[in-house]
């Protein structure tokens, strides 16, 4: 059963979301695009509809599904550093990219929200035709055409 648990939420950080622990004080996934943090709240069913739409609005309203703070109060408060230390916005947004760079080049460019290149832009668009027949994630479907184009240009 997929579902948020208690104590988690989804934070913008500049233009990219993440999922983040009021129990860690901290992000506890890689960044998301606004497409995949909605379609997270999306897939959540532990709640039902009118919730899952409440969620969508806090998320585009305040920068968070949380209830009380705003996206600026979550970070403001985190301990996301080493030793659990207090991060800027922009410290935990770099340290989120240098962790998405450890990611196969293949599906990089996806996790961190680029679609400038011609190839990320038709996998972006190919992404969001897949997406409204299945329950993937964006970053998810574009893993899944990167290993189909990799297994169909392999010249061994």
Not at 44 to 58: F, G, L, M, Q, T
Not at 93 to 110: D, G, N, R, T, V
Request: hydrophobic content about 40%.
């Amino acid at each position: 059963m997929l579902g948020i648990s208690m104590g988690r939420g989804i934070v913008k950080i500049k233009d990219m979301f993440v999922e983040w622990s009021t129990v860690a004080d901290a992000p506890v996934s890689g960044l998301m695009s606004e497409n995949d943090a909605l379609a997270y709240i999306d897939q959540d069913d532990s709640v039902n509809k009118i919730e899952k739409a409440k969620r969508c609005i806090r998320l585009v309203e305040t920068g968070t599904t949380f209830y009380n703070r705003t996206a600026g109060e979550m970070i403001a408060w985190n301990r996301a550093g080493e030793n659990e230390t207090c991060l800027s916005d922009e410290e935990i947004y770099q340290m989120l990219l240098e962790e998405a760079k450890k990611l196969p080049k293949s599906i990089m460019a996806s996790y961190i929200g680029v679609v400038s290149h011609p190839r990320a832009q038709a996998l972006n668009d190919i992404t969001k035709a897949i997406r409204i027949d299945t329950n993937l994630f964006d970053s998810e479907v574009i893993c899944l055409l990167n290993s189909a184009s990799e297994v169909l240009t392999d010249d061994k």
